[in-house]
């Protein structure tokens, strides 16, 4: 088990020093902001809607490892995907983190976000972890104020 979590870790911190999708994005059709106060954790997210698709998106901003690497893994994992699809991935990805640390999850219900499946232990990370999901919701809800995690 402790080695499954170095893996992990291995990942997270990947995602952190060489996070995938960082940057502005050209032709975005939507853009939100989001932050974390307890942590300090802030982010931009670009996106480029095509109707009910996410054809493209990315961030930017600057924050703790976990909030980098999720939103590094969360548009990895939403690209492509129709808007609906992404809203149930966040569902999912959140009941994984918010499960208490003693009941099962179902980790292969949410691929490769799994690996944050960790912050469940810590509950202020909780909070890092689903800020770019957050943010997500955020902007394809079209909403103009800055998202907090509060
Ligand atoms: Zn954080």
Request: charged share 25%.
């Amino acid at each position: 088990m402790s080695e499954l979590s170095d893996l992990y870790q291995e990942v997270i911190l990947d995602h952190n020093r060489r996070p995938r999708n960082f940057g502005t994005l050209t032709g975005a059709t939507r853009v939100a902001d989001g932050h974390n106060p307890l942590c300090g954790d802030r982010l931009r997210l670009y996106l480029k809607l095509d109707g009910d698709r996410i054809e493209n998106i990315s961030f930017e901003g600057s924050g703790c490892a976990i909030s980098k690497a999720s939103a590094s893994l969360m548009t990895d994992a939403v690209k492509g995907r129709s808007t609906g699809e992404a809203m149930e991935l966040f569902d999912r990805f959140h009941q994984v983190v918010t499960t208490p640390i003693d009941e099962a999850i179902d980790e292969a219900s949410v691929g490769k976000l799994a690996v944050l499946a960790g912050v469940r232990e810590f509950p202020a990370r909780v909070k890092c972890a689903s800020l770019a999901w957050h943010t997500l919701k955020a902007a394809l809800a079209g909403a103009a104020d800055p998202v907090k995690t509060e």
